[in-house]
């Protein structure tokens, strides 16, 4: 026979276990849900500062093409000044080579 107070203690230590357990549960359920925010948050994070450095790149990338083109424009007018003169004087060769050979072609009768 079962003794009634070893019976009630029984059952009250099989509530208290069972309120502990659920209580166990909801609170690892909610660290969970806290842990899923957390991780949430450093995901957006991440994806703001990769949108940050994609952004800095794509600017870093325009500034250059900017310097390069103006580093050329540049160059374009610095020897713009040279460029009827080179016209010139390829042209006065090439009528001192025609004078030159068609001296010698009558000279020598070729």
Not at 30 to 47: D, I, P, R, T, W
Not at 61 to 88: C, L, N
């Amino acid at each position: 026979m079962v003794q009634p107070d070893a019976l009630g203690l029984g059952r009250a230590q099989q509530q208290t276990l069972a309120q502990l357990a659920a209580g166990s549960r909801g609170q690892a359920l909610g660290e969970q849900a806290q842990l899923q925010q957390l991780a949430g948050g450093m995901l957006g994070a991440g994806m703001g500062i990769s949108e940050m450095e994609r952004a800095l790149m794509a600017q870093g990338v325009d500034a250059e093409t900017a310097r390069a083109a103006a580093a050329s424009q540049a160059g374009a007018i610095g020897t713009g000044y040279f460029t009827p003169a080179m016209s010139a004087y390829q042209q006065r060769a090439k009528a001192q080579t025609g004078f030159v050979g068609g001296m010698l072609s009558s000279a020598f009768g070729f």
